[in-house]
């Protein structure tokens, strides 16, 4: 039952004539053993420590149990993990009992295998009504990165693919101060903006220029309005995007005032000592660069179906 429930959200998600392309992409980045994903994680780690800069990586505790030795070697200096739930699955079909049953599952995993944690980011960006009050009870989360807002000036309903988008993603149209950190109750919760690198490169097939040309918007805006822009790039895209990463990394450096680069955990604990806002002295807006570990290896989208 779980791996047809499953399968049939895979399509929705997808729908058939996609998911013909995303077993490509699946085929192209993955192997079966953990190596190529592997090393192409450690890239965007060293990526990240060539700019001096810090990043998140959330993922589901099944994936973190099952491969423990490998992650083990990512440098925890660099990446600030975060729970990515237990297994991968759609945290908006949950009551009140799975979530809480799941999150917990995970954060036993978490302890068991020796992993720090901030964060929680749900998969698939789906949450329900239980989410933040499940998080926020079991006080071991210090932020929440579930939530999504969506910038029209870059894409909008002139997009193949937009008012799936919108609706699959429950985001929000961005408008001022729509990307500010929220305090909810002693639980930060900081958007993602949309649209990501799944929407850009596997949805939507643009090139990097014009990639470039909607993040850095999206980062100028953020910057602008001291908001902070939360970067979703899954390292499995990493390689098709790197050069894409380096240039809105230059982009966010020659920012003035300074954008504050970031982790979202420093950022969410910035916010809770600071509740009226605003970012650290010297700073205007801040840049946090996130991404979700969803598989390593093709074996792991078969196991998917079945943990589902």
Same mark, same amino acid.
């Given at each position: 039952m779980r791996g047809w429930e499953g399968i049939k959200f895979l399509f929705f998600s997808r729908g058939l004539s996609r998911w013909v392309n995303r077993i490509r992409t699946i085929l192209n980045r993955f192997s079966w053993g953990p190596s190529k994903q592997m090393g192409i994680i450690f890239a965007f780690v060293d990526c990240l420590k060539e700019h001096h800069l810090q990043g998140n990586f959330f993922i589901p505790a099944?994936?973190?149990?099952?491969?423990?030795?490998?992650?083990?070697?990512?440098? %925890?200096?660099?990446?600030?993990?975060?729970?990515?739930?237990?297994?991968?699955?759609?945290?908006?079909?949950?009551?009140?009992?799975?979530?809480?049953?799941?999150?917990?599952?995970?954060?036993?995993?978490?302890?068991? +295998?020796?992993?720090?944690?901030?964060?929680?980011? +749900?998969?698939?960006?789906?949450?329900?009504?239980?989410?933040?009050?499940?998080?926020?009870?079991?006080? %071991?989360?210090?932020?929440?990165?579930?939530?999504?807002?969506?910038?029209?000036?870059?894409?909008?309903?002139?997009?193949?693919?937009?008012?799936?988008?919108?609706?699959?993603?429950?985001?929000?149209?961005?408008?001022?101060?729509?990307?500010?950190?929220?305090?909810?109750?002693?639980?930060?919760?900081?958007?993602?903006?949309?649209?990501?690198?799944?929407?850009?490169?596997?949805?939507?097939?643009?090139?990097?220029?014009t990639i470039f040309r909607m993040w850095a918007f999206m980062l100028r805006a953020c910057h602008k309005n001291n908001e902070v822009f939360v970067l979703q790039l899954h390292p499995e895209r990493f390689l098709e995007l790197k050069d894409v990463l380096n240039k809105l990394i230059m982009e966010a450096k020659s920012l003035q005032p300074s954008i504050w680069m970031t982790t979202l955990g420093e950022v969410a604990q910035w916010q809770e000592s600071n509740p009226s806002g605003g970012m650290p002295d010297l700073y205007q807006g801040a840049f946090c660069i996130s991404g979700d570990i969803d598989a390593i290896t093709i074996k792991d989208f078969f196991l998917r179906l079945q943990e589902w």
């Open positions: 099944v994936l973190l149990k099952r491969y423990a030795a490998e992650l083990k070697k990512v440098d %925890r200096q660099t990446i600030e993990w975060g729970i990515h739930g237990l297994v991968h699955t759609d945290h908006s079909k949950l009551n009140a009992h799975e979530q809480k049953t799941q999150i917990t599952q995970a954060i036993t995993v978490f302890d068991q +295998c020796g992993f720090d944690f901030k964060g929680f980011r +749900c998969p698939y960006l789906r949450f329900n009504e239980h989410t933040h009050e499940i998080l926020w009870g079991l006080n %071991r989360f210090k932020f929440d990165s579930s939530k999504s807002v969506l910038w029209e000036e870059v894409y909008n309903r002139e997009q193949a693919h937009y008012l799936w988008i919108k609706n699959f993603y429950t985001a929000q149209t961005y408008v001022k101060n729509a990307a500010q950190p929220l305090m909810l109750g002693s639980l930060v919760e900081i958007p993602v903006s949309l649209p990501d690198d799944d929407i850009t490169v596997d949805r939507e097939h643009y090139d990097a220029e």
